[in-house]
């Protein structure tokens, strides 16, 4: 079967971070939960560093699609993403966005579609 997403009828939720919107492409179901695609959006302005945490995932990118974001890595430090860029997130990294842009969104794709999130230490 054929999946799309059209941006005039999307539906926006507000899922695991409150202050992001999130919209879902349709490929979870598509692939039976293997993978996550969706937009990210600011839903609010940046409040500060969102805590360091971990996604215990097989794969996971974003490239961002407007504004610009602020995030460190525990292998690469502070790095500043505009829209046009992309990075690729290894499993389980310790990272934390430090801030981002009023127009931030972002296209981020994970496998598998559902995967858990923890705190972690710096």
């Not at 890595?73 to 009023?102: C, M, T």
Request: hydrophobic share 35%.
């Amino acid at each position: 079967m054929t999946t799309m997403s059209f941006h005039n009828s999307a539906a926006w939720k507000t899922g695991m971070r409150t202050y992001l919107e999130y919209r879902d492409l349709g490929i979870v179901e598509a692939t039976g939960g293997k993978v996550l695609a969706h937009v990210i959006r600011a839903k609010e302005p940046c409040s500060g560093p969102g805590g360091y945490h971990t996604h215990d995932v097989e794969f996971q990118m974003n490239y961002v699609l407007r504004g610009w974001t602020r995030v460190e890595f525990e292998d690469a430090g502070e790095v500043r993403f505009e829209a046009g860029d992309a990075w690729y997130q290894k499993p389980n990294i310790k990272h934390e966005v430090l801030e981002y842009s009023d127009d931030f969104e972002v296209i981020e794709i994970c496998m598998p579609a559902d995967f858990p999130t923890e705190d972690a230490h710096r």
